[in-house]
């Protein structure tokens, strides 16, 4: 597609719940981030793949949150055992170079 | 002191005037360094990015980079009320580093 797309835009679950987020990047894109930007918050770093490089995990909050690229494209975030403060808005972007990277238009999770 | 800092605002400056928004990065390492805009209940989008020392502009927008200082601003010329949102710095080393953003409100 001509954009990031992510689904699904909404996703509401119950406390203990996991959850997966999906990422498909624009394509031919080498390099692809998650972030997560709660209410009236900026974006907190978590996970970033490059190429076939080992990701850089170091902004995963815990052990519950994990993810994966495959065939170096769509990204899945994975959350275990959600809990209320994982409430929030998951953004994903995309590059092919180091000149910007380019947004979905996220995924809103919401913990009950 | 966090890797990228941004004044929270609200910045207001009146319909037609010159709105300046500034930001401080702590790693001397940094080699790119990007301005995205922020509407409410939106994504991120591009506005403009920098890699070299002194001024870039781009139609109302110039974004000004000094590496000495660790300093990075963006001017907006002629602002417009469309041009009220959260604009946010982000500076890359090894990985893309956000700061929290700084409101704009342009009055009419």
């Known amino acids: 597609g001509a954009g990031v797309s992510q689904s699904p835009s909404n996703k509401v679950t119950e406390k203990g719940k996991d959850v997966e987020l999906r990422c498909d990047p624009i394509?031919?894109?080498?390099?692809l981030y998650w972030y997560r930007q709660s209410l009236g918050q900026g974006l907190e770093f978590l996970i970033y793949?490059?190429?076939?490089?080992?990701?850089?995990k170091s902004g995963l909050p815990s052990d519950r949150f994990s993810a994966e690229r495959t065939g170096g494209s769509v990204s899945t975030l994975t959350i275990q055992r959600t809990q209320q403060e994982d409430s929030a808005v998951y953004l994903c972007?995309?590059?092919?170079?180091?000149?910007?990277?380019?947004f979905g238009s996220g995924t809103r999770l919401t913990v009950v | 002191q966090k890797e990228v800092e941004q004044n929270s605002g609200p910045l207001s400056v009146p319909e037609g005037a010159i709105a300046s928004l500034n930001c401080t990065y702590s790693?001397?390492?940094?080699?790119?360094f990007f301005w995205y805009r922020q509407y409410s209940g939106k994504s991120p989008e591009l506005i403009m990015f920098?890699?070299?020392?002194g001024d870039k502009e781009d139609g109302r927008f110039t974004a000004q980079l000094n590496k000495a200082s660790q300093y990075v601003s963006l001017l907006i010329r002629d602002s417009q009320p469309s041009d009220s949102a959260t604009y946010l710095c982000?500076?890359?080393?090894?990985?893309?580093?956000f700061g929290a953003g700084t409101i704009l409100r342009v009055k009419s």
């Open positions: 790693d001397r390492g940094s080699q790119s």
């Open positions: 920098i890699y070299s020392n």
């Open positions: 972007a995309s590059s092919l170079d180091a000149h910007g990277y380019t």
């Open positions: 394509s031919g894109h080498t390099a």
């Open positions: 982000a500076v890359n080393t090894n990985k893309l580093v």
């Open positions: 793949f490059q190429g076939n490089s080992a990701p850089d």
